[in-house]
Nanobody
């Protein structure tokens, strides 16, 4: 079992920055990758960014490339999502999720509770 806790959401204005944190606990040695997802009201959940647990590889959804940066603190089991140049369309509930080594690529099996990001125009 892996437990995840997100933090850092809030209300900001367009153009502002915000940093989200995802702290993992439990069987962190089983983690292969961490992803950030978001779900806006009335829309399906979408992938935003991902990082391997080693921190060696990162992945981004096209609309956030160049604005968002995912990173991992190798001194503690925490992944961050730095969001710059925020736009109103970035408004959503943001979730972090973990894929363990026994899962296929893109099959995230542990999820946090989510944190709301609201960007006003």
């Amino acid at each position: 079992q892996v437990q995840l806790v997100e933090s850092g959401g809030g209300l900001v204005q367009a153009g502002d920055s915000l940093s989200l944190s995802c702290g993992a606990s439990g069987r962190t040695s089983h983690i292969a990758a961490v992803g950030w997802f978001r779900q806006a009201a009335g829309k399906e959940r979408e992938f935003v960014a991902g990082i391997t647990w080693t921190g060696m590889d990162t992945y981004y959804e096209d609309s956030v490339k160049g604005r968002f940066t995912i990173s991992k603190d190798n001194t503690k089991p925490t992944v961050y999502l730095l969001m710059n140049s925020l736009k109103p369309e970035d408004t959503a509930e943001y979730y972090c999720a973990v894929r363990t080594f026994d899962r296929a690529t893109n099959d995230y099996n542990y999820w946090g509770q989510g944190t709301q990001v609201t960007v006003s125009s």
